[in-house]
């Protein structure tokens, strides 16, 4: 006997057959190698794997809050969806500051013990803290917000300037952008007429609404939010010349080195703002979309 055939084996058989087992030994190792050490993969490999998409969103920013049907919950489903997977809040509490929000939600982790998510929400596209945050990648604007001002329409049909609410009520949430604009406007001519202890925006609106201020500041999501589509009520930029006419853009934010991962998203939120989706999700909240 010979351990060998007499028959020729077929080259190209012999060698599909070898690298074959190399490849399959090959996917062998490096699934062994993944498991063991789970680092090995990237961040949206992780996810994937895993079958869940974790998004960092604050519990206290109305519209954009941890509530069903608010924007950012809304978008989260959409993302996860986009990426294949299950979607996981992780609802928090605002920091000092934003570079506090992002160090507990996207880089490091809350002292709490909870954190960091995949996909953090509602992150400023803001050059200078892009430079500020080298441990985090900020990118995927996905909408425009800016002071505005509600005013009732029969009681103002026009407003050209702040000086035609001269000697009325002005609700304004006060430790906020908005909330210092109007300080600060016209050389403090209206500081008297503010009622500033407001939580946010949309507190400001519900007074209006009730007919309890002649006007209401703050930003444009929270007014919309309240006041919808009512035809009795119109919001229009804030008429001073330091507020910011072009507003400013609102994005999500990654671990630096998370680089696929904020592709898949970037991808995923371009998919919803071409087929109607995004738009949908401000929409459903009475926001009007505002592409960045």
């Not at 294949?84 to 928090?92: A, H, N, T």
Request: glycine share 8%; proline share 6%.
């Amino acid at each position: 006997m010979t351990w060998f055939s007499s028959k020729r084996a077929n080259p190209v058989r012999v060698a599909s057959g070898f690298l074959l087992g190399v490849f399959v030994w090959a996917c062998g190792l490096s699934v062994g190698l993944a498991q063991a050490n789970p680092d090995a993969l990237s961040a949206l490999d992780k996810i994937k794997a895993k079958g869940v998409l974790t998004v960092a969103v604050y519990k206290d920013n109305p519209p954009f809050s941890e509530q069903a049907g608010e924007v950012d919950v809304s978008l989260a489903q959409l993302l996860a969806d986009e990426l294949g997977v299950k979607l996981s809040l992780m609802p928090f509490d605002a920091g000092e500051n934003m570079g506090d929000d992002l160090r507990n939600m996207v880089w490091k982790g809350h002292y709490l013990g909870y954190g960091p998510a995949d996909v953090m929400l509602h992150v400023p596209v803001d050059k200078p803290l892009m430079q500020d945050q080298p441990k985090v990648h900020i990118f995927g604007p996905y909408y425009r917000s800016s002071i505005m001002l509600a005013r009732n329409v029969e009681r103002f049909p026009q407003l050209n300037s702040l000086a035609s609410l001269k000697g009325q009520s002005i609700a304004v949430p006060g430790q906020t952008l908005a909330g210092w604009l109007m300080l600060g406007a016209d050389n403090g001519a209206y500081r008297d007429q503010l009622i500033t202890k407001l939580n946010n925006g949309m507190d400001a609106a519900r007074l209006l609404q009730k007919g309890e201020v002649a006007a209401a500041v703050g930003e444009a999501a929270e007014l919309q939010a309240v006041l919808g589509k009512d035809p009795h009520f119109a919001i229009e930029a804030l008429p001073i010349p330091r507020a910011p006419r072009d507003g400013w853009v609102i994005g999500m934010a990654v671990k630096k080195e998370a680089t696929d991962l904020a592709r898949a998203l970037q991808e995923a939120l371009n998919h919803l703002a071409q087929d109607g989706r995004l738009a949908k999700a401000f929409n459903d909240a009475q926001v009007l979309w505002r592409a960045p």
